[in-house]
């Protein structure tokens, strides 16, 4: 961890006895951000210190209510965590971008020779079930009885900011800081022409290189109203320091903007197990029904967001299908909030050879349900390489489909993906093997602008950790086509509904049904239908919903009968439609 000036702590390396972290600033309090709270009036302020007692945020409309006109609210919870330390090769030798540790400190932190052993009649005796570690590093999780390999995290507190109102900006300082921060509250859409312009910055797959710290301005520059981020955040992979030194990291970012995330595999696997995730980044998952904090739906300005889960279940018989089902033939307003954007981690659609096809089982399982409800955009990453498709379905040119973006190129240490497959795809539209971001705005219920622009490269040279700043750059070995271009740009139309109706399905009912006559007054006055009015109504409206889907459905399929190349909805780069 460290403060706002400079180094504060760092992990102990191995010595006769472990020693506690211990902090000499006064103002601790770190890694400060914001997430969407469950409903259109909170917000989640999350931040780190080593004190219990320190565990509220003071907030006010103004900057000066600070000081005598403030609410304060104490953390819902207030929690530290411990894990076993896993080591991976990227951590002292990264493809791309410093290394985030020394092989010396590793090798230290995993030796226990020199403190694991007593003096039994003038010999040394090693500990039972110690071993000792030798000059080079051990990859992998280290061993449970080394308390030199124990992450203790520091603790976490989360906080729930209320009463909150749409488009107002709030000033908020979490107690004993020594900063004061601003966010402000996502517009909430009324389905008028006062609600657009709405902005949406784009990025997955981050970490923490300087091409990520790149990232993050960029995202700050486009001055959003949200951020989405679908996974790979941190990319600590079991290093777990390393999510404290990503939170310092994005807390520029994070503490103004609310960043919408869900998991990725580098959350998932190398022993984080969602821990880290889970501690450190709450989501709004309960408040859509959902049981797991990896999916869920949420309005925010003109969008809904329906985050979904790479890493859980999703055929048919899953928790995640049987909630994206009832969710999607429930909870879609389209006079409210127009457009649906999906995000998720694995790419349904990439022509990149990494983590090729990786996602094609659950494509078959969920795209269907996607396509039915008319989802306009799927963000994904996974892929460390920009791609925009065209309207797709089914593998298929399809203007009904939504258009995916796989926008995994955010700058972990990974580095960038080569090589593209040839030939190109007629669905793919741009890609590019380098780093940046991606900002969507919508201008109107049916028409949108997109852009990515481009930051840096992957360089074949490391003399600068394989990172290339340059305007010029292209990354080694990408045999795009469109490897030297800085930007994709596009703007954007929705279908007719005549054309594509399931773009424009509702699925929440907000008319509201009048009935005088079989009015019975209640015990408490309250008003009250008899049964058998509200059994009558809720058949009458189950079957209006169903008619309406089946005919949505035989629409769309009388279309692709009657038309063997459907129209795209986008035409190439840099292109209006």
Same mark, same amino acid.
């Given at each position: 961890? *460290?403060?706002?000036?400079?180094?504060?702590?760092?992990?102990?390396?191995?010595?006769? %006895?472990? *020693? /506690?972290?211990?902090?000499?600033?006064?103002?601790?309090? %770190? %890694?400060? $951000?914001?997430?969407?709270?469950?409903?259109?009036?909170?917000?989640? #302020?999350?931040?780190?210190?080593? +004190?219990?007692?320190?565990?509220?945020?003071?907030?006010? !409309? *103004? @900057?000066?209510? @600070?000081? +005598?006109?403030?609410?304060?609210?104490?953390? #819902?919870?207030?929690?530290?965590?411990? /894990?076993?330390?896993?080591?991976?090769g990227n951590l002292y030798n990264p493809s791309m971008g410093a290394p985030a540790e020394t092989t010396q400190t590793i090798t230290s932190l995993q030796n226990t020779s020199t403190w694991a052993y007593s003096i039994i009649n003038g010999t040394q005796v090693e500990w039972y079930n110690y071993h000792y570690q030798g000059s080079s590093v051990s990859n992998g999780l280290g061993q449970y009885n080394n308390p030199f390999m124990v992450y203790s995290s520091p603790i976490i507190h989360t906080t729930v900011l209320t009463g909150l109102i749409p488009g107002k900006t709030y000033y908020y300082k979490p107690s004993s800081?020594?900063? *004061?921060?601003?966010?402000? #509250?996502?517009?909430?859409?009324?389905?008028?022409?006062?609600s657009y312009p709405f902005k949406a910055g784009l990025v997955v797959d981050l970490g923490q290189t300087a091409v990520s710290n790149a990232s993050i301005q960029a995202l700050i520059a486009i001055d959003p109203s949200v951020v989405l981020l679908s996974g790979d955040l941190s990319y600590a992979d079991g290093f777990y320091e390393l999510w404290d030194s990503w939170g310092n990291l994005l807390e520029p970012l994070a503490s103004k903007i609310p960043v919408v995330t869900t998991g990725g595999n580098h959350e998932f696997g190398s022993s984080e197990a969602w821990l880290s995730y889970m501690k450190r980044y709450p989501s709004p998952y309960r408040a859509s029904g959902s049981t797991n904090f990896c999916y869920f739906g949420k309005e925010v300005g003109v969008i809904h967001i329906i985050a979904l889960c790479s890493y859980a279940g999703f055929t048919e018989d899953s928790l995640q299908y049987e909630w994206l089902s009832n969710y999607l033939s429930t909870q879609i307003d389209r006079d409210v909030t127009p457009w649906l954007v999906v995000m998720m981690h694995v790419p349904f659609y990439c022509s990149n050879s990494g983590h090729w096809m990786e996602g094609e089982l659950m494509r078959v399982a969920i795209e269907p349900l996607l396509y039915e409800y008319g989802v306009d955009f799927v963000l994904v990453g996974h892929v460390h390489a920009y791609e925009r498709t065209y309207n797709i379905y089914n593998n298929t040119l399809d203007p009904c489909g939504p258009i995916h973006l796989t926008i995994g190129d955010g700058g972990n240490y990974e580095g960038a993906y080569v090589p593209w497959l040839d030939p190109v795809p007629d669905w =793919?539209?741009?890609?590019?093997?380098?780093?940046?971001?991606?900002? @969507?705005?919508?201008?109107?219920?049916?028409?949108? =602008?997109?852009?990515?622009?481009?930051?840096?490269?992957?360089?074949?040279?490391?003399? +600068?950790? $394989?990172?290339?700043?340059? !305007?010029?750059?292209?990354?080694? /070995?990408? +045999?795009?086509?469109?490897?030297?271009?800085?930007? !994709?740009?596009?703007?954007?139309?929705?279908?007719?509904?005549?054309?594509?109706?399931?773009?424009?399905?509702?699925?929440?009912?907000?008319?509201?049904?009048? #009935?005088?006559?079989?009015?019975?007054?209640?015990?408490?006055?309250?008003?009250?239908?008899?049964?058998?009015t509200v059994i009558a109504l809720s058949v009458a409206v189950g079957i209006l919903s169903i008619i309406s889907i089946a005919l949505t459905i035989l629409t769309i399929k009388f279309y692709h009968i009657a038309n063997s190349k459907p129209l795209l909805g986008v035409s190439g780069v840099n292109s209006n439609v």
């Open positions: 961890l *460290t403060d706002y000036k400079g180094e504060d702590y760092k992990r102990p390396l191995g010595a006769s %006895q472990p *020693t /506690q972290p211990t902090t000499n600033v006064d103002c601790y309090e %770190q %890694q400060v $951000h914001i997430a969407l709270g469950d409903d259109d009036y909170s917000m989640y #302020v999350v931040f780190v210190s080593l +004190n219990r007692t320190d565990s509220s945020v003071i907030y006010s !409309d *103004t @900057l000066e209510g @600070l000081e +005598n006109n403030f609410i304060k609210v104490e953390a #819902v919870t207030s929690e530290s965590y411990s /894990q076993l330390i896993n080591i991976v800081s020594c900063e *004061t921060f601003s966010f402000t #509250v996502p517009e909430k859409s009324t389905g008028s022409d006062d =793919s539209a741009f890609r590019e093997a380098s780093f940046g971001v991606g900002e @969507l705005e919508f201008l109107s219920s049916t028409s949108a =602008s997109y852009s990515w622009h481009r930051h840096a490269c992957d360089s074949e040279s490391d003399t +600068n950790y $394989h990172m290339n700043f340059s !305007d010029s750059c292209v990354t080694y /070995q990408d +045999n795009s086509a469109m490897a030297m271009l800085t930007s !994709d740009i596009f703007n954007y139309t929705k279908p007719d509904i005549t054309l594509c109706p399931n773009r424009y399905v509702s699925t929440k009912s907000t008319d509201i049904i009048t #009935v005088d006559d079989d009015y019975v007054p209640s015990d408490n006055s309250e008003n009250t239908y008899s049964e058998s």
